[in-house]
């Protein structure tokens, strides 16, 4: 499993992105994140969403939290 383009261009992480406006910041993903979540799904095709639950709650929970104001 590997990402459909190239990560040579995108900021490393979110947190070391500054500018991003919180309310979106659920909705987009920087290398880091983009790595995490391909590990994510290739956990997921090879041993079952079983396997890797406790990954995908915190995937959840990431994307849930409210913004942080400014």
Not at 5 to 16: D, F, I, M, R
Not at 27 to 44: D, H, N, W, Y
Request: glycine letters at 4%; proline letters at 7%; aromatic letters at 4%.
């Amino acid at each position: 499993m590997a990402c459909s383009c190239s990560l040579l261009h995108v900021p490393y992480a979110l947190t070391s992105a500054p500018g991003f406006d919180e309310r979106l910041r659920p909705f987009q993903s920087c290398g880091a994140e983009k790595v995490t979540e391909i590990r994510i799904l290739a956990t997921a095709s090879t041993q079952g969403t079983e396997a890797m639950a406790a990954q995908l709650q915190a995937a959840r929970e990431a994307t849930t939290q409210p913004a942080r104001p400014r």
